[in-house]
C-alpha cells in the first residue's frame, strides 16, 4: 500500500514567486493535515481536512497560504507570493477517520527553501 | 495553551547504550501522547502513541515510553541504542482521535560507534 507522497520533495524559490505543494493521502483517508517545520523549531499544526471541506484553518499564517482539497482526494497548498519566512520542511498526513484510536501517517516533507 | 518541551536538543550515545530522551507537556484536558521518529530522507514515523492504561507503552523497534501524569512527562527509552536509531525524534501530544497535534522542537540523536 503507497504511503502518503508529497511533491516536489524540494523546492527553491525567489521572494514574490508562487509555489504549489501536492499531498496525495493514503487512498480512502478522510482526514488530511498540513503540517510546516521552520529551521530548528517545532512542527507546526497549518490546517485540517475532512474530505473536502475545511475542519480546521487555525493554523494557517496569513492569506497568502491556500490549500485545497479536490474531491476529497489529493491536496495541494499554494504559497502566493512567497516570502522569506516561509521557508521551511511541510508535512502532510492522512488518516482515516475521526472519534477513534486512529494514527496519522507522514509524508517525507517538503523542503521549501524562498531566496 | 498546549505545549510540549523537549529539553535536549542533540544527544550522542554510543552504540549498545542506553537512551532516554525527555518530554513535558502541558495540556488542558487528557493528553493522547506521541513519539515519532525521522530518519534521513523519510516521513515521521510513529514510535508508540499512549490515552490510557499502563503507563509504560511499547512500540516499534525496541521503544518504550512511560507515561508519569505527576511530572507531566513522557520520556522515551531503549536499554540498547543501534547505529540505525540516529535520527530525530519528536515527541507530541493532542486530543483523543484527532491528529491536530502538538509537537516538541524535536532531538537530534547521534550514535558513535
Known amino acids: 500500500e503507497a504511503g502518503v507522497t508529497q511533491f516536489p520533495s524540494h523546492s527553491v524559490i525567489e521572494k514574490g514567486q508562487t509555489v504549489t505543494l501536492r499531498c496525495d493521502p493514503i487512498s480512502g483517508h478522510d482526514n488530511l493535515y498540513w503540517y510546516r517545520r521552520v529551521m530548528g523549531k517545532e512542527i507546526k499544526f497549518l490546517l485540517h481536512f475532512v474530505k473536502e471541506s475545511k475542519q480546521d484553518e487555525s493554523g494557517m499564517p496569513n492569506n497568502r497560504f491556500l490549500a485545497e482539497r479536490t474531491g476529497g482526494t489529493y491536496s495541494t497548498l499554494k504559497v502566493q507570493p512567497a516570502e522569506l519566512e516561509d521557508s521551511g520542511v511541510y508535512f502532510c498526513?492522512?488518516?482515516?477517520?475521526?472519534?477513534?484510536?486512529?494514527?496519522?501517517?507522514f509524508g517525507q516533507g517538503t523542503r521549501l527553501t524562498v531566496v | 495553551a498546549q505545549s510540549v518541551t523537549q529539553p535536549d536538543i542533540h544527544i550522542t550515545v554510543s552504540e549498545g547504550a542506553s537512551l532516554e530522551l525527555r518530554c513535558n507537556y502541558s495540556?488542558?484536558?487528557?493528553?493522547?501522547l506521541f513519539w515519532y521518529v525521522q530518519s534521513p530522507g523519510q516521513g515521521l514515523q510513529l514510535l508508540l502513541k499512549?490515552?490510557?492504561?499502563?503507563?509504560l507503552v511499547q512500540g516499534i523497534k525496541g521503544f518504550e515510553a512511560e507515561f508519569k501524569r505527576s511530572q507531566s512527562s513522557f520520556n522515551l527509552r531503549k536499554p540498547s541504542v543501534h547505529w540505525s536509531d540516529a535520527a530525530e525524534y519528536f515527541c507530541a501530544v493532542g486530543p483523543f482521535g484527532n491528529e491536530k497535534l502538538t509537537f516538541g522542537t524535536g532531538t537530534r540523536l547521534t550514535i558513535i560507534p
Open positions: 499512549y490515552f490510557s492504561g499502563d503507563t
Open positions: 495540556y488542558g484536558a487528557t493528553p493522547y
Open positions: 498526513a492522512s488518516s482515516q477517520r475521526q472519534g477513534t484510536n486512529t494514527e496519522a501517517f
